[in-house]
């Protein structure tokens, strides 16, 4: 039996063995959330022969831009970049009020680059919510992430985080009051290990007996942010498992998805599509265009089950009504003209840049930190743009580890180097980190040898 209760007091039987209903993750924000009364009218007015006294569009014949122009760079290096005008039609779309859940060319094609990397076949064209599940475009994925949470968390619910996670979740559960349960992660991922044994003991432990069950599992899959390193697939095959068992979704942020140097796993997307016993899906998947094309475009999308992306997609149509027409309409410029093999060749040689920009950073980061004495240690990130270093610190009264907090935001800063303390990856607050996240994204060589020497002088110093 399923005798779970919601909002504060949710509670999900240990042996929960039948699924609840998608619809009844949903928080009761989202459950309340009325539709928005023109938003949900505007498909009607595709309807052939409808006639539209409806929205508050202002009449393009009085927008002053003519064409919006976009030059293309092509992955192939022989041919020269490509113009590609934006007229007529699709420049009148671009610059009007337009879907809540994105432009459909846009959507399609990102829905059809997901179907075919994830082995989800395409679901039909239907508004119907019970289609397995359907994609919405965001303003970066930052925005379906805390738009997700939202539709899903009530104060008092508990989210698990991978840990170190990414810091740009935490503030939104916060200002939630949602209780978070750091789950720890290795070279190999999400220790789904750890993770089963805290689910097994949920009622009984000190720590995580007064809190509710929790509603989902955040993680960063591939070349996490900060740690580089992607969860393994039989970690990911367990954690599906687990989701499944303890009635949980998964959130698969994913933005490094195509910046692994390593063979990419399936994705925990891909994965809950493979069984056909559960047709209603765990997994929300998180993507974004930000590392791969431009990040000021503010494109991201969400992949998952239809209930659960309606829900994101009512939200926006109160908050921001949709991504700019515009940056929608440069990034299907772009993304029509290189198509899916061009895009992924394109995907492909990022990565490959970043991996030589890891190699050299790396090499640096070896002569200047691992000089003797040594100050750091890391483990090799296989893929992204940070290397998680656990600096060599005289220990910390209380903890087992030193403490990068007091000499990077201080010390170092003040010798001229700026990086991010491991206390702003931590799910919990109030504990101590001796990691700091540096980034090789955008530094020189020199610039990297001279932020090492600084450094070392720091931590030598203390
Ligand atoms: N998730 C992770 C793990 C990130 O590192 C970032 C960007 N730093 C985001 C989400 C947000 O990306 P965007 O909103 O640009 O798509």
Redesign the pocket.
């Known amino acids: 039996m399923n005798d779970y209760v919601r909002g504060s007091a949710w509670r999900v039987p240990v042996t929960a063995c039948q699924p609840r209903p998608l619809s009844a993750f949903l928080s009761r924000n989202a459950q309340r959330r009325p539709a928005s009364a023109i938003r949900s009218l505007l498909p009607l007015e595709q309807e052939p022969g409808m006639i539209s006294l409806l929205a508050g569009k202002p009449n393009p014949a009085t927008f002053p831009i003519e064409e919006i122009a976009v030059k293309v760079r092509l992955p192939d290096d022989a041919s020269s970049p490509v113009v590609v005008a934006v007229t007529g039609d699709r420049l009148q779309k671009a610059l009007q009020y337009g879907p809540t859940a994105g432009t459909p060319a846009l959507v399609d094609w990102l829905a059809q680059l997901t179907s075919s990397l994830h082995g989800r076949p395409l679901p039909a064209q239907s508004s119907d919510s019970t289609k397995p599940w359907q994609l919405a475009v ?8 805390v738009k997700a949470f939202e539709v899903i968390l009530d104060s008092g619910d508990t989210a698990l985080l991978q840990s170190p996670t ?1 810091p ?2 935490l503030p939104a559960l916060c200002v939630g009051q949602v209780n978070t349960v750091a789950v720890e992660s290795d070279e190999a991922g999400i220790r789904a290990d750890a993770l089963e044994r805290m689910l097994a003991r949920w009622d009984v432990d000190e720590k995580t007996s007064s809190l509710a069950r929790p509603k989902l599992l955040y993680m ?1 899959p591939t070349a ?2 900060p740690t580089g390193t992607s969860t393994s697939l039989d970690r990911k095959r367990a954690l599906l498992r687990l989701a499944r068992k303890y009635d949980f979704l998964l959130f698969e ?4 998805y195509h910046l692994s140097f390593e063979e990419a796993t399936p994705s925990l997307f891909a994965l809950d599509g493979q069984d056909s016993d559960h047709d209603q899906g765990r997994v929300l998947r ?6 791969v094309m431009s ?1 000021g475009l ?3 999308f969400v992949a998952g089950p239809s209930v659960l992306v309606d829900a994101i997609n009512k939200y926006t149509a109160t908050s921001h009504l949709q991504v700019s027409g515009v940056s929608q309409c440069v990034a299907i410029a772009v993304l029509e003209q290189m198509g899916h093999r061009g895009f992924l060749q394109h995907a492909a040689r990022t990565a490959d840049f970043y991996r030589r920009r890891r190699d050299a950073f790396e090499r640096i980061a070896h002569e200047i930190l691992r000089a003797e004495p040594p100050v750091a240690e890391w483990t090799s990130p296989g893929g ?1 743009m940070f290397l998680w270093l656990r600096l060599l610190l005289p220990l910390n009264a209380n903890t087992a580890e030193g403490d990068s907090f007091a000499l990077i935001s201080t010390q170092a800063r003040r010798a001229g180097v700026l990086a991010v303390p491991g206390v702003a990856f931590l799910a919990s607050s109030g504990g101590t980190s001796t990691y700091v996240r540096v980034s090789f994204s955008l530094i020189g060589e020199e610039d990297t040898a001279e932020a090492f020497r600084r450094l070392r002088r720091v931590i030598l110093d203390l």
């Open positions: 965001g303003n970066g994925s930052q925005d379906l992430i990414y740009g979740v960063v996490s942010n942020d994913d933005p490094y998180f993507e974004s265009l930000s590392k990040a503010r494109i991201g992204g």
